[in-house]
């Protein structure tokens, strides 16, 4: 289910309904807990590029490699999971403060940074970050909302120079319907 001690063993990444599911269960636990959860969604850049440079099975190995890296800066009860070729969700369920978010965020980009060995060649995937929070514990929002609030941060922080992680609030939904019409 995603889950797992910390250090002990790889990291599972669980397919995409099971992450959706852990993350209603997560926001289920919200008003009860009392404390915030988040959604951190991680856009692997050059992840596509690479697998279909080197293949499929490289590209697998790549991904055990970045599951690998995110699993230092989890804790045990925190879910990751697959939910696109190049993007993966981290479901931080029960922080001690908002803030922990962005400083994981921030961690999983530096992990993400570092170049990963391929025989002979060194590839680095880079990341950007969105993250959702819910602190408001009377008024969770559901999971694909939570999904979408992510998604919206991630397109920002692809679009600003320098910013790789960005924290979604109301102005970010502004500045994306702004630049995309569209989505309106």
């Known amino acids: 289910d995603g889950r797992r001690a910390r250090g002990s063993?790889?990291?599972?990444?669980?397919?995409?309904?099971?992450?959706?599911?852990?993350?209603?269960?997560?926001?289920s636990r919200v008003g009860a807990s009392r404390?915030?959860?988040?959604?951190?969604?991680?856009?692997?850049?050059a992840f596509l590029g690479i697998r279909?440079?080197?293949?499929?099975?490289?590209?697998?190995?790549?991904l055990t490699e970045i599951a690998r890296r995110?699993?230092?800066?989890?804790?045990?009860?925190?879910?990751?999971?697959?939910?696109?070729?190049?993007?993966?969700?981290?479901?931080l369920d029960s922080l001690r403060e908002k803030a922990d978010a962005e400083i994981?965020?921030?961690?999983?980009?530096?992990a993400l940074q570092r170049a990963i060995a391929l025989g002979s060649d060194n590839v680095t995937v880079g990341a950007s970050v969105g993250i959702a929070v819910v602190d408001d514990f009377d008024n969770v929002p559901p999971a694909e909302e939570l999904l979408r609030r992510?998604?919206?941060?991630?397109?920002?922080?692809?679009?600003?120079?320098?910013?790789?992680c960005l924290v979604f609030d109301n102005a970010s939904?502004?500045?994306?319907?702004?630049?995309?019409?569209s989505l309106n």
């Open 52 to 62: 279909g440079t080197y293949g499929e099975s490289v590209g697998e190995t790549v």
């Open 9 to 27: 063993g790889p990291l599972t990444v669980c397919d995409r309904p099971a992450f959706m599911d852990a993350l209603s269960a997560g926001l």
């Open 173 to 181: 939904r502004e500045s994306v319907i702004a630049a995309a019409p």
């Open 150 to 164: 992510a998604d919206m941060a991630v397109y920002l922080a692809k679009r600003q120079a320098g910013v790789r």
């Open 70 to 91: 995110l699993q230092r800066h989890l804790r045990r009860y925190d879910t990751v999971g697959r939910l696109g070729s190049d993007q993966l969700g981290i479901l």
């Open 104 to 110: 994981v965020g921030r961690r999983v980009l530096e």
């Open 35 to 45: 404390r915030p959860t988040a959604l951190l969604l991680i856009d692997l850049d």
